[in-house]
C-alpha cells in the first residue's frame, strides 16, 4: 500500500489562478479530508467527505471547492488564490466506522501564493 | 467554535530528561490523540485515547484523558534526540462528524545531546 498520496509537493502560484490539489488512498478508506497548516498554528479542517458523492464543509472553507467521485481520490480545488491560501495542506484519510487511530496523513503539499 | 489550549509553546531539554505537556478545551472531547510532527512530514499518531481516565503508554510515551474530558496530557521519559519534533494535541467531536479533528497549536520540542 502505498498510504495517502500527494501532488504536489511543492507549487507556487500568482494570485487569483487556480489549481488542484491532488490527493489519492488505496486503503479503501471512506472518510477523506483536507487541512491547512499555517506557521505555529495546528491543523484545520477545510473539507471532508465520508463517502463517495459525499462531502461537507469544515472549519474554514472559504475560497476552496472539493468532489469525491471515487472512494480512492479526493481533489481540493482553488478557484481564484489568493495570498491568505498560502499555506501547507494536508490530505487524511481513515475507514468509517474504523476507530481514529486508523487515520493516515499524507506528506503535505507546500503552497505559496504571491 | 472550539479550541485547544496547548502548553508549553516550546521546550529545550537535556538528553535523559522527562517532557511533560498538555491540553485543555472549552468543550467535552470523546477522542483525545497525540500527534508527532517532523519537518516537512505529516502528523504521525503517537497515543488515541477514548475513555475518561485512560492512562495509556507507548513506549517511552505516556498519554492521560482527563477525568473532565476537557484535558489530556502527554508525557515523554528519558528523552532521546530524534524525539525533537512539533507534538500536537487533537480532540476528536462526535458532535460533529467522525472523524473530524480539531488540533491545538503544538508544543515544539528541543533536545541537547
Known amino acids: 500500500n502505498a498510504g495517502v498520496t500527494q501532488t504536489p509537493k511543492f507549487q507556487v502560484l500568482k494570485t487569483g489562478q487556480s489549481m488542484t490539489l491532488q490527493c489519492a488512498q488505496d486503503?479503501?478508506?471512506?472518510?477523506m479530508s483536507w487541512y491547512r497548516q499555517d506557521p505555529g498554528m495546528g491543523l484545520r479542517l477545510i473539507h471532508y467527505?465520508?463517502?463517495?458523492?459525499?462531502?461537507d464543509q469544515g472549519e474554514v472553507p472559504n475560497g476552496y471547492n472539493v468532489s469525491r467521485s471515487t472512494t480512492e481520490d479526493f481533489p481540493l480545488r482553488l478557484l481564484s488564490a489568493a495570498p491568505s491560501q498560502t499555506s501547507v495542506y494536508f490530505c487524511?484519510?481513515?475507514?468509517?466506522?474504523?476507530?481514529?487511530?486508523?487515520?493516515?496523513f499524507g506528506p503535505g503539499t507546500r503552497l505559496t501564493v504571491l | 467554535g472550539q479550541q485547544l489550549n496547548q502548553s508549553p509553546q516550546s521546550m529545550f531539554i537535556q538528553e535523559g530528561e522527562d517532557v511533560s505537556m498538555n491540553c485543555t478545551s472549552s468543550s467535552i472531547f470523546n477522542t483525545w490523540l497525540w500527534y508527532k510532527q517532523d519537518p516537512g512530514e505529516g502528523p504521525v499518531l503517537l497515543i488515541a485515547l477514548y475513555k475518561a481516565g485512560e492512562l495509556t503508554s507507548n513506549g517511552r510515551l505516556t498519554a492521560q484523558f482527563g477525568t473532565t474530558r476537557k484535558d489530556s496530557f502527554l508525557n515523554i521519559s528519558a528523552s532521546i534526540p530524534s524525539d525533537v519534533g512539533i507534538y500536537f494535541c487533537a480532540g476528536e467531536d462526535y458532535g460533529g462528524s467522525q472523524g473530524n479533528l480539531i488540533f491545538g497549536k503544538g508544543t515544539k520540542l528541543s533536545v541537547k545531546p
Open positions: 487524511a484519510s481513515f475507514p468509517s466506522g474504523g476507530v481514529i487511530n486508523e487515520q493516515f
Open positions: 467527505s465520508v463517502g463517495a458523492g459525499i462531502t
Open positions: 486503503m479503501n478508506h471512506e472518510y
